[in-house]
């Protein structure tokens, strides 16, 4: 990865965001290493990218495998000036970034599972992890994404859920730079407009992109287990699902198909 021609391929938005570049041949986590500078009084917009993860991190504490040159990894930290409620539908802003990054480079029929997945045929292209930290009053935002770009047939038999990569998709890759730039770029455009405009932009786009969406689903959330059909996002960007008892918004679990269609 290298930053000068990086950052020949930003957009004017992304530019704006971006006041340090760090590049890492290997390290535990982009997010951990963020937060870890957060902590130690760094202030600026920042980027860490890495070639590979010896510990990356998914939701709910889940390894995010992460062989060197098999996938890209970054966290871009912003200071961030709205309330914390505005989580749960920025990491829907994320994913639909990344998604719209991809298929600017070809990779077409890209979909999205409720909260911030990214499918092909119902296989993980990537994910996202968005963590806040509050330092000195003020609050730091890190948006961590992963992308699987090549990965070995040995990390593929690893990973207990069905994965895919961009490689397998798109057949000719675009360079490192060239990739990181497209979704920073639509990342960082996406996040200005959020912020004059909030979610309401983004619900629609949210919803044509949603694999479950008008289909019968699962939601587990510890114990707590609810069977309905998904009517796709709210306003808020929580997972509206219409049960037996009416329709509830739902703010945080883990999707599953319903095994038995509902009457």
């Given at each position: ?100 990054a991809l298929h600017e480079l070809g990779a077409a029929k ?16 990537g994910g996202i992890l968005l963590e806040l930290q509050l ?129």
């Amino acid at each position: 990865m290298n930053e000068h021609v990086l950052r020949n391929l930003l957009n004017v938005e992304a530019e704006q965001s971006i006041s340090k570049v760090q590049i890492f041949d290997e390290i535990d986590s982009t997010n951990s290493e963020s937060l870890r500078q957060i902590q130690s009084g760094a202030t600026e917009n920042r980027l860490v990218v890495a070639s590979s993860q010896t510990a990356g991190r998914g939701r709910r504490g889940r390894q995010w495998l992460s062989p060197k040159n098999a996938g890209l990894y970054f966290s871009l930290t912003r200071s961030f000036p709205l309330e914390a409620s505005a989580l749960q539908s920025l990491s829907l802003v994320t994913a639909i970034s990344v998604v719209e990054a991809l298929h600017e480079l070809g990779a077409a029929k890209l979909t999205l599972k409720w909260p911030n997945d990214v499918l092909y045929e119902k296989r993980k292209l990537g994910g996202i992890l968005l963590e806040l930290q509050l330092k000195e009053a003020t609050r730091f935002l890190v948006f961590g994404i992963g992308v699987n770009i090549n990965l070995p047939a040995d990390s593929i038999a690893s990973i207990d859920r069905p994965v895919v990569d961009l490689q397998s998709i798109v057949g000719e890759l675009p360079t490192p730079e060239a990739l990181l730039a497209a979704l920073l770029n639509q990342l960082c455009r996406n996040l200005y407009d959020y912020e004059r405009n909030g979610f309401s932009n983004f619900s629609r786009r949210w919803n044509e992109l949603d694999c479950y969406r008008l289909s019968d689903i699962v939601i587990q959330n510890g114990a707590s287990r609810i069977i309905g059909k998904s009517l796709g996002v709210g306003a808020d960007g929580s997972l509206l699902v219409q049960t037996s008892s009416g329709t509830q918004s739902i703010t945080s679990g883990e999707i599953f198909p319903s095994l038995h269609p509902l009457s």
